[in-house]
């Protein structure tokens, strides 16, 4: 954090797109600040191009105006968008996206956080607002411009690294309850701590964020995944009883049993330490485009409905995209369906990666993720997080690393990447055992690639061939040879050449008395 003296707030707002504003303000006797997120980060020094303007009076009018200076003034016409139901404009100028807003005051009913809004003041509009941090405002007019209005010491709470809002938190939480997800987003992304009397409202308004679209929710939930540490973010939901009304399937992970003296580990934490281990290796992928990470401030109810652009295909290098942390938030997720108690080798998880992979859709669906490729990836890294490792515990052949291959295709690098990342043992001997292992799959997997396992391993022979061959239908039996056919090439019993494999075909269609047709 940087301190700013009068002077240096007044040069931080030496674009001419403030003191135009001011201006305007001034011609039509109207109070005009910057408020909110652009003023917090000029001192952490943080770029923001995300303007905020709170204006006593209509934040219609004054964009009108300031567009019309914009246009006589530098010879441009800007984009400019109305939302008159929210009684806010935007304005779209020099690479700034500018938003006005008339100063207001607002009260809730009980079963939503769509505010019924009146006309106020500055006072008003920044007892509204839902940290000390984000309060904060500068003056444009001409006679106060670069004035600091901190009505709640937000300056102070931005240098003690402290998360407060400025009434009651009870109020601010129960009146909008997404604010709740915000405030443990910001605490994670700024790394500042939740001051306790507030923290002690998250949990006792945990369950109202029940009224919050799921939409909603995981917008603010995504941000905390792509935040540098999203462990802190996840252990903070979790200790306000936020993450059990989000996530419960991995609240269900936390906690150890003992029986006969025999423990299993804490796979919650687990979890967190593997997507910890997961941001780290990313760390040193090719650099990725924050996809909303720094844009922390979004705003209250006049854009409710912002996306954030988190989306991306997870084709290509994803190392550096949401969707990797998101498998490794996911990959023991079976864990909990799947424990059993075993006399003779004590806890046992057997299966979980099954159970966990036809607990993904469901998981998506039900938080609006998207349901296409980018679940499918995430799906698939949770259905083969264990193979890598079986493999690596026993003697690696040539043959599992096929399969593997095979099965993992273009997502066989991040698959490793969150196999390495899950071994969190502190046994460093039996780590080192692990990792080393890993070391050898990694090298069996450059040297077949170099070998292009594509054209070696996919067969030559598709099921439509193995139809027209048999004279069959869509079936159990085309669905039985065309797995015949995959493991005999992954296995080098036969060559992936179109003579072997109609003669393998040939003889596999017998066993099931099946014969070829001319």
């Given at each position: 954090m940087k301190?700013?003296?009068?002077?240096?707030?007044?040069?931080?707002?030496?674009?001419?797109?403030?003191?135009?504003?001011?201006?305007?303000?001034?011609?039509?006797?109207?109070?005009?600040?910057?408020?909110?997120g652009f003023v917090r980060d000029l001192f952490l020094e943080r770029p923001s191009n995300d303007i905020d303007c709170v204006v006593v009076g209509s934040g219609i009018t004054i964009a009108k105006a300031v567009a019309e200076k914009i246009k006589e003034k530098f010879h441009k016409k800007p984009h400019i968008a109305v939302y008159a139901n929210f009684g806010t404009a935007q304005i779209h100028f020099d690479g700034n996206e500018i938003e006005f807003v008339g100063a207001r005051r607002e009260s809730y009913s009980h079963d939503s956080r769509k505010p019924v809004v009146e006309d106020g003041t500055l006072e008003d509009d920044q007892n509204r607002r839902d940290f000390t941090i984000n309060a904060m405002a500068l003056c444009l007019n001409?006679?106060?411009?670069?004035?600091?209005?901190?009505?709640?010491?937000?300056?102070?709470d931005l240098e003690d690294g402290i998360i407060r809002t400025p009434l009651d938190p009870d109020i601010t939480f129960s009146d909008d309850p997404l604010r709740m997800m915000r405030c443990v987003r910001f605490a994670t992304q700024l790394n500042f701590f939740i001051e306790d009397e507030t923290?002690?409202?998250l949990q006792r308004n945990a369950?109202?964020?029940?009224?919050?679209?799921?939409?909603?929710?995981?917008?603010?939930?995504?941000k905390i995944m792509l935040a540098k540490h999203p462990s802190k973010g996840i252990m903070d939901l979790e200790r306000c009883g936020l993450l059990k009304f989000i996530l419960p399937e991995l609240v269900a992970l936390e906690g150890v049993q003992t029986m006969n003296g025999k423990a299993h580990k804490d796979n919650f934490y687990h979890t967190l330490a593997v997507l910890e281990n997961v941001v780290k290796a990313q760390k040193t992928a090719p650099p990725q485009p924050p996809q909303g990470e720094?844009?922390?401030?979004?705003?209250?109810?006049?854009?409710?409905?912002?996306?954030?652009?988190?989306?991306?295909?997870?084709?290509?290098?994803?190392?550096?995209?949401?969707?990797?942390?998101?498998?490794?938030?996911?990959?023991?997720?079976?864990?909990?369906?799947?424990?059993?108690?075993?006399?003779?080798?004590?806890?046992?998880?057997?299966?979980?990666?099954?159970?966990?992979?036809?607990?993904?859709?469901?998981?998506?669906?039900?938080?609006?993720?998207?349901?296409?490729?980018?679940?499918?990836?995430?799906?698939?890294?949770v259905s083969l997080h264990m193979r890598p490792i079986v493999i690596a515990d026993e003697e690696v052949t040539d043959s599992a690393v096929r399969r593997l291959l095979s099965d993992a295709g273009d997502d066989i690098d991040d698959l490793m990447m969150l196999c390495e990342a899950d071994i969190t043992s502190k046994n460093e001997v039996k780590k080192a055992r692990f990792l080393e292992n890993f070391r050898i799959v990694r090298e069996k997997i450059t040297d077949l690639k170099e070998r292009d396992y594509k054209r070696?391993?996919?067969?030559?022979?598709?099921?439509?061939?193995?139809?027209?061959?048999?004279?069959l239908q869509p079936s159990r039996e085309v669905g039985i040879l065309k797995k015949a056919l995959k493991d005999a090439i992954l296995d080098g019993i036969i060559p992936n050449e179109p003579d072997a494999a109609r003669q393998f075909l040939t003889e596999e269609a017998k066993k099931i008395g099946l014969a070829p047709q001319a």
């Open positions: 301190f700013l003296t009068d002077e240096e707030l007044k040069q931080s707002l030496s674009h001419p797109i403030f003191h135009l504003i001011g201006e305007t303000a001034d011609e039509l006797h109207t109070e005009c600040y910057v408020i909110g001409a006679d106060r411009f670069g004035e600091l209005v901190d009505p709640f010491y937000g300056l102070d923290f002690d409202a369950e109202r964020i029940k009224i919050i679209s799921a939409e909603r929710t995981i917008d603010e939930f995504n720094e844009n922390v401030d979004t705003p209250s109810i006049d854009k409710s409905n912002e996306q954030c652009n988190f989306q991306s295909s997870p084709s290509g290098d994803k190392r550096g995209a949401l969707w990797l942390r998101w498998a490794a938030l996911l990959h023991d997720i079976g864990k909990a369906k799947s424990k059993r108690w075993d006399a003779a080798n004590g806890w046992t998880f057997h299966n979980h990666d099954f159970y966990g992979q036809k607990m993904v859709p469901n998981i998506f669906r039900r938080l609006k993720l998207p349901l296409d490729d980018r679940m499918k990836y995430v799906q698939k890294l070696l391993f996919q067969p030559v022979i598709d099921g439509e061939e193995i139809m027209r061959m048999f004279k």
